[in-house]
């Protein structure tokens, strides 16, 4: 039997050797980025975001893996909790229910408790919501009542992003609100109604939480749907809902996996009924291909997650838009906003575009040049290497923080410190060096600039030619390089540098993207490349990476004063970086 195709849906998808090649916000490479543009631009288009587990894990939170290892924490019996976690022959749904039910039943604890406290432990004061969660918001700001949010996540990282782009509380919906969480058995068919009524008058400011949501302080928005038997029994209901959406709405999904049943179900119902998919809104999904064990490199991985996904576009009618990272993921939310408020400037060829391509081209070179990195100038390098050196002062604030940590990080130090059996205490002195990466610039013969990082920039020394400072490395996961790891998640990333020899300076390290705007009143947002904080002590010293612990260490281990330095870094090196040197 041949595979089932979905009826008149022209593929457009990219090849694995097109995607590998050009540009990934491309729309000549991709020619579904520039249709979900369209869509989402046309005033009359009602469109609805279907929201994974990547939005949470992108505010630092736990993925759906890591919560099933902390929900495991909760087994008393040691044995039992062992065998739980080496146990991953069956499935996350089966796995969920197996742990849930050897938890003691004496244990005090409900599962919405228990889900609660692993999903939420760690952070310190109210969720911090990351870039891609405001970046949804920002874009359910623009279109007002016409955009409308659904999430499979139970934290309340949508909510909290969207009270602080808009000023307004949301509310949070589960199936069957009004019935206390419990279903109507007499009437499934209503499940979602109080949402679809809430979101008329208050479009995207009323969220469905697909799956229930653990809420911090309030009681949980039941059913909370997490084991195999949860999907068994509410699974029908929500997949009504994500189906009805479906038929009526454009659709995007964003940080899922697409392997959830609840999901999976609707659009294969969608695919196979009248009328034709033709007629019926288009839906995309927004995907980075993981890395594959076994693969020889990215760019093998790559092709084979976009072999893969052939399935989802021939079969189901998804248009997928694939990114080469988690920082992509985040630009085409942006892409988004900037197109949906302002679709003639975007889409149009007329005059200076603000599509991605042309302001990465004009971005990136500017912060080039301003780091000498298009010219020998040596004068020039040299003044960029002092305003690094400078940073790292004590008059400036990140130097302020580094040398002059406060009695609370001193605290947490010192309690590293006996962790790991660090008795240097603090000879000789730790010492720090900032470095200054920038995405590749188009090839001169037109071709698409590579996916990869240049070294620019240091506060440690200055290349007398720009020749012998060319430093590239890919963008991807598992870099040695933490720059191109930082890219790569759209995150900051600290730990401990690998081993490349025995007479390494640098033990350990914090990198973080850098985002740029063109002017400060255009939201125009470019991931332009990483500026990585060194230093000569470890974040968590082994038999590898011996020596004494960083106070890096310490800030990572506190949200707040982590949060700091890495915002700090940010603004400062995209104020180094786009502003005209005096």
Not at 122 to 151: Q, W, Y
Request: net charge negative.
């Amino acid at each position: 039997m041949p595979p089932y195709r979905a009826p008149k849906l022209l593929l457009k998808a990219p090849t694995g050797e097109e995607f590998n090649l050009g540009n990934a916000l491309s729309f000549t490479t991709q020619p579904y980025l520039r249709e979900m543009l369209e869509c989402l631009s046309d005033s009359t288009t009602n469109v609805t975001f279907i929201v994974g587990a990547g939005v949470s894990i992108d505010a630092g939170l736990p993925s759906w893996d890591d919560l099933l290892i902390r929900v495991a924490d909760h087994i008393q019996d040691d044995r039992l909790r062992a065998l739980a976690l080496e146990d991953d022959k069956d499935s996350q749904l089966r796995r969920a229910e197996s742990m849930f039910r050897l938890i003691a039943p004496d244990n005090p604890a409900t599962d919405a408790d228990i889900v609660r406290e692993c999903l939420y432990r760690g952070v310190d004061g109210e969720t911090e919501p990351g870039p891609l969660a405001r970046a949804i918001a920002k874009i359910a700001a623009t279109m007002n009542n016409r955009c409308s949010l659904i999430t499979t996540n139970f934290d309340d990282v949508l909510e909290v992003a969207l009270h602080n782009e808009t000023g307004v509380e949301p509310e949070a919906f589960s199936l069957y609100p009004e019935r206390g969480g419990e279903e109507d058995k007499h009437r499934g068919d209503l499940a979602g109604e109080a949402w679809r009524r809430a979101r008329e008058t208050r479009g995207a400011l009323a969220v469905m939480h697909l799956h229930g949501m653990a809420r911090r302080r309030l009681e949980p928005l039941k059913p909370l749907i997490l084991t195999e038997s949860h999907f068994l029994r509410h699974g029908p209901h929500a997949r009504d809902v994500v189906l009805e959406e479906l038929e009526k709405r454009v659709v995007i999904f964003i940080g899922v996996s697409l392997n959830d049943p609840n999901l999976v179900g609707p659009l294969w119902d969608r695919a196979h009924q009248e009328p034709v998919l033709a007629d019926i809104p288009p839906c995309f999904v927004l995907h980075v291909p993981s890395f594959i064990e076994g693969a020889i490199d990215i760019h093998e991985a790559r092709a084979f997650g976009l072999a893969k996904y052939e399935y989802m576009e021939s079969a189901l009618g998804v248009r997928p838009i694939f990114l080469k990272s988690y920082s992509q993921l985040y630009q085409a939310m942006v892409e988004v906003a900037l197109c949906t408020s302002s679709p003639q400037a975007y889409l149009s060829n007329e005059g200076e575009s603000i599509s991605y391509g042309s302001r990465f081209s004009r971005i990136v070179s500017r912060c080039h040049k301003r780091a000498a990195n298009t010219e020998d100038d040596f004068i020039a390098r040299a003044e960029f290497s002092r305003a690094l050196r400078e940073m790292l002062t004590t008059e400036h604030a990140i130097g302020n923080l580094l040398a002059k940590p406060t009695s609370a990080v001193k605290r947490e130090l010192d309690t590293l410190r006996r962790l790991y059996s660090d008795t240097s205490h603090g000879d000789p002195p730790e010492r720090f060096g900032l470095f200054v990466w920038l995405r590749s610039l188009p090839q001169a013969r037109g071709e698409p600039a590579p996916y990869s990082l240049e070294l620019v920039g240091s506060s440690t020394y200055v290349h007398f030619e720009t020749w012998s400072s060319r430093r590239r490395t890919e963008i991807q996961p598992r870099s040695p390089f933490t720059a191109a790891e930082s890219v790569f998640s759209g995150t900051a990333i600290v730990g401990d540098s690998p081993v490349s020899g025995p007479f390494r300076i640098w033990r350990g390290s914090l990198a973080v993207p850098i985002r740029v705007s063109s002017t400060p009143e255009r939201n125009d947002v470019v991931t332009v490349g990483a500026i990585v904080l060194n230093t000569t002590y470890a974040i968590a010293p082994d038999d590898d990476t011996e020596g004494p612990v960083s106070v890096l260490a310490a800030l990572a281990r506190m949200s707040e004063e982590s949060a700091n330095l890495v915002q700090l870094l940010d603004d400062c090196a995209s104020k180094l970086l786009m502003d005209d040197p005096q």
